[in-house]
């Protein structure tokens, strides 16, 4: 009888170790939009330096398609897709979604001052978000805030992309080559963004 060799099983080999990130995540829920604040830091107004939600809310409606968001929002019933937020106290700041707060904030005081007529007294008080950890780190949350506007489908514009890039670099001590493996893009692509900003 013909004898066959078992082959032994490689082991693992030796070299760097990778380490799998701690979700972001604290829980979801839904959250009443009052207790919502828009995030004056958001990429899309931070070179503003607007400081008063209501100057915020204002061009985020009239600068970023809000109207736009708005009209989407009637027309489904319920904001789609979540809001991720960050507890502050016992309010939470808006990380990822401002146009779509305000969008609601908006219908709230549309509501409230009966230009508009909700099927039910609850439409609209409250979002379904994405509760984030209230411990992150700012270079924790503008790699989640890149992944999310950088490398998805909802992209900022260039001069937003930029924006955050240069913060990525200067300010969390990335390389181009670290920001373009985090967001898939050449570290040409990223080179380019940082120097045009």
Known sequence: VAKTKTKKAKSMPKGK??????S???????????????????????????????EIQDHLLMNEDGNGRMKQILSAGQII???????????????EG?????????????IASGKLIPSSKNDFKKVKCIVLKPNLSKSKLRKLLAI?????????????????????????????????DILDMSEKEVKDLYKAF
């Open 17 to 22: 170790q990778i380490i799998i990130q701690q």
């Open 24 to 54: 972001y995540i604290q829980c979801r829920k839904e959250i009443p939009i009052n207790q919502i604040i828009l995030d004056p830091e958001n990429y899309r107004i931070k070179h503003l330096k607007l400081k008063k939600q209501p």
């Open 81 to 95: 897709e979540e809001l991720y937020v960050l507890p502050v106290g016992n309010k939470y700041v808006d990380i």
């Open 98 to 110: 401002n146009v779509r707060a305000a969008a609601i904030k908006k219908i709230n005081e549309m």
């Open 148 to 180: 999310l506007h950088l490398a998805s489908k909802k992209q900022w514009k260039a001069s937003n992309k930029g924006a955050m890039i240069y913060d990525m670099i200067e300010e969390d001590s990335e390389s181009y080559k670290g920001v373009g």
